[in-house]
């Protein structure tokens, strides 16, 4: 059996993990995400473009004079996951 997880469940601990870090933080700009998922993951600046543009798109963050903040809706899902845990 192997141990390299699949696809999908690599994407979402990337995606969990970004949103950590935005999360976490005070607003980091585009840069500071870039260097956070490559520092992290080894991800490409492009791959980590698309996740910002997949969770702006989501709903879950919002690009504000250059800098990212979760949103309300990211907030609420997350209350949700861990109130059921």
Request: charged share 25%.
């Amino acid at each position: 059996m192997s141990s390299v997880k699949d696809g999908a469940s690599l994407r979402l601990q990337r995606l969990r993990s970004m949103m950590s870090y935005i999360s976490s933080t005070d607003g980091p700009s585009t840069n500071d995400i870039l260097s956070y998922m490559m520092l992290m993951h080894g991800l490409k600046m492009e791959t980590t473009g698309r996740y910002l543009a997949e969770c702006s798109k989501a709903g879950w963050i919002r690009e504000k004079v250059g800098r990212w903040y979760p949103t309300d809706r990211w907030e609420r899902l997350m209350g949700a996951m861990f109130s059921s845990e």
